[in-house]
């Protein structure tokens, strides 16, 4: 995405140690999370990478000292919920926990989730460091680390096994590659237009609430699955459960929103102690 643009590379100061550090962290976090779907399953994995958007807060507060008033932590708290309410029965999907190995993806995603939101918080202190380079150059960066760990990972270990670990699966459970080339592609895509929008987001409107808009992405993900899956697999059907946690996530957004935005009012209008007025 960042190769969009002539002179991505050539505005802003690159802190490389600290460019390293984010690419770093980003690869570990994806590793996690994805490997700890496959093993864990969607429902699970649902629900724990829920409180990434909570995850950004309190680091984003540590962090960069960002203080957040009541009403944004309550929002953020209501997305929570909602994103879990449609994971569905946390208490059913928990005495699944007798499978080791599903505890264990569990909690990859769980640390993956906590690296994942640093991840954003880092993003944003890169993007208003003094001289900053540009949102793509952070973006073409993540994706040249990402490419090159899971590239060398594919070649090393995944081609040379790839009819034991791809095609004899794909013939066992009768798929097609030509679809799945496909979706790759359309993934592809999808993933280009994700990566230039996203960091412009963080760069504009913080990391916090980027994460909040995170969570509606999520939930709006659900009707998708329905129009398309929905006849192959029940679990991807809309459901009341799912309808509950749209409306608690739009809810939970509506009040970061607008709180923060009484926050930066109230910061307008304080009186300038340089001003002439507020020294007489």
């Known amino acids: 995405a960042g190769l969009l643009r002539r002179n991505v590379f050539s505005q802003g100061t690159f802190r490389w140690q600290r460019l390293s550090v984010l690419c770093a962290v980003d690869v570990v976090s994806q590793l996690l999370c994805q490997y700890g779907l496959a093993v864990a399953g969607s429902s699970l994995y649902s629900i724990i990478y829920s409180s990434t958007t909570i995850w950004i807060a309190i680091e984003s507060r540590f962090i960069i000292r960002r203080r957040l008033a009541a009403a944004q932590w309550a929002g953020c708290a209501v997305v929570v919920v909602g994103l879990a309410v449609a994971g ?32 954003w918080v880092l993003v944003e202190m890169l993007l208003h460091e003094e001289d900053p380079v540009l949102p793509e150059a952070v973006s073409a960066l993540m994706g040249f680390a990402g490419v ?68 509606c992405q999520a939930t709006a993900v659900f009707v998708f699955p329905h129009m398309f899956f929905c006849a192959a697999h029940a679990s991807q059907c809309f459901s009341i459960g799912k309808a509950w946690s749209l409306v608690l996530v739009v809810a939970g ?24 007025y507020h020294r007489v």
């Open 148 to 215: 090159t760990v899971f590239g060398l990972w594919q070649l090393v270990y995944t081609l040379p096994r790839a009819d034991a670990l791809v095609f004899d699966v794909i013939a066992e459970h009768g798929g097609d590659t030509g679809v799945i080339w496909t979706s790759y592609v359309a993934l592809t895509l999808a993933s280009l237009v994700h990566a230039v929008t996203f960091y412009h987001l963080v760069g504009g409107i913080g990391c916090v609430t980027a994460g909040v808009m995170k969570g």
């Open 88 to 119: 569905g029965d946390l208490g059913t999907t928990l005495t699944d926990f007798g499978n080791v190995e599903i505890a264990m993806g569990a909690l990859m995603i769980l640390v993956g989730s906590v690296s994942h939101a640093l991840t």
């Open 253 to 276: 957004t509506a009040t970061y929103v607008i709180s923060t935005g009484n926050a930066k009012q109230q910061e307008e209008e304080k009186p300038d102690p340089d001003s002439d």
